[in-house]
């Protein structure tokens, strides 16, 4: 039989199909091969950041660790947890539900995290002091030990509960979120750390003037913060202080109800722990607030003392004036004698007044009036 050359079958050239599907096969096992190496080393970096921190006194364990995520992700899961900070004073021991941890392959100095509570706190073998509880809690890390660049953490529905059955909370937010992030080229020669925090539908019982709703957002810029080594607080602070740290206030925001307060200034530790600087303070409707910084008691010269001591003072050098003040009069009488402290301006739309907060070594004033005191830092 003959064949025209055009039909006749050729050879050689089958390669050219499997070529595509060899070179895939190749970079599949390219991957296979660099994401078990790097889920290696993750492990590897995660007991030797265990030793590390065991070795100053801080231990991290897992009930149960394991490392998933293939084929784009590392995924480090860490079930019981529990910390043992024995270089605190006093020591403290927190346990949490879990921990997940995630990476992407491509992206080793992005990390995202999520916490499963409830989380305690307590001195170690004792009942716990702290409880905290969330509906969901993230956060996230960008940058290594060396250069750290920024981190933040989103919370959900955040209660903190003390010791005390049956008390309020100590903190009880809808939503919260903290955010930091060291300025670029800053680090670490003159460090300076933008700071971001924002409270939602919040109450505390810590105060009966924190008991109703209120929304909080400050805007910060922390100076002086030479490293991120976990230490205790007091030793922080101090460390702090000696590197001439200071914290700078851009904006702060307080809203309550119709009660609105916004504060900036530049405040420090003095060599002994107390506190130093100024807040400009803005507040509009604050007469709202008296009756709650009262504590809920009844009488104008009540509201007149615990107001404030400057309107305490009015009342010792006028006997007898605050009893002959209708009780409905009081709090315009009070908002009126802070406003008489500052000069008058308008906050969003609303009427109110700015007023100083001087702290020196401690020792609080508004404008010539003495508060009282501060405790020391350390």
């Known amino acids: 039989m003959t064949y025209h050359a055009e039909l006749a079958p050729r050879r050689g050239r089958s390669w050219l199909i499997a070529t595509p599907l060899i070179v895939v096969l190749?970079?599949?096992?390219?991957?296979?091969?660099?994401?078990?190496?790097?889920?290696?080393?993750?492990?590897?970096?995660?007991?030797?950041?265990?030793?590390?921190?065991?070795?100053?006194?801080?231990?991290?364990?897992?009930?149960?660790?394991?490392v998933g995520g293939f084929p784009f992700r590392i995924e480090v899961r860490c079930t019981t947890v529990n910390v043992e900070?024995?270089?605190?004073?006093?020591?403290?021991?927190?346990?949490?539900?879990?921990?997940?941890?995630?990476?992407?392959?491509?992206?080793?100095?992005?990390?995202?995290a999520e916490f499963t509570g409830p989380l305690t706190a307590s001195d170690p073998g004792q009942p716990p002091y702290l409880t905290a509880g969330w509906t969901l809690a993230q956060a996230s890390v960008r940058g290594t030990p060396s250069t750290p660049e920024r981190a933040s953490i989103a919370i959900d529905n955040?209660?903190?509960?003390?010791?005390?059955?049956?008390?309020?909370?100590?903190?009880?937010?809808?939503?919260?979120?903290?955010?930091?992030?060291v300025q670029f080229g800053s680090w670490p020669q003159n460090p300076a750390i933008d700071l971001v925090t924002k409270l939602v539908g919040a109450t505390s019982g810590i105060h009966p003037l924190a008991g109703q709703p209120f929304d909080a957002d400050i805007l910060a810029v922390l100076h002086g913060m030479k490293d991120f080594v976990m230490k205790p607080l007091p030793v922080r602070l101090r460390e702090w202080q000696v590197a001439g740290g200071r914290l700078e206030i851009q904006n702060a925001r307080l809203a309550q109800g119709d009660a609105l307060a916004t504060a900036t200034g530049l405040l420090a530790l003095t060599q002994r722990g107390g506190l130093d600087g100024t807040l400009q303070l803005n507040a509009a409707n604050i007469e709202k607030l008296l009756p709650t910084l009262t504590g809920g008691k009844a009488g104008p010269a009540m509201a007149l003392d615990r107001a404030a001591p400057a309107l305490n003072a009015i009342d010792r050098a006028i006997p007898g004036l605050s009893a002959r003040i209708a009780p409905q009069q009081q709090q315009a009488l009070s908002a009126g004698l802070l406003g008489l402290l500052g000069k008058p301006i308008e906050i969003e739309g609303k009427r109110g007044a700015s007023l100083t907060v001087k702290f020196s070594d401690g020792n609080a004033s508004l404008g010539p009036i003495p508060l009282g005191q501060v405790p020391p830092a350390f």
């Open 26 to 66: 190749a970079l599949a096992a390219a991957w296979s091969a660099l994401w078990f190496y790097a889920s290696g080393e993750a492990e590897t970096r995660i007991n030797a950041w265990q030793a590390q921190q065991a070795a100053a006194g801080r231990t991290f364990t897992c009930g149960n660790q394991a």
């Open 85 to 112: 900070l024995k270089d605190a004073r006093p020591a403290i021991a927190i346990k949490l539900n879990e921990i997940l941890v995630v990476s992407q392959v491509w992206q080793p100095t992005m990390l995202i």
């Open 158 to 181: 955040l209660k903190l509960d003390g010791a005390i059955p049956g008390a309020p909370p100590l903190l009880d937010a809808r939503h919260a979120e903290f955010h930091a992030r």
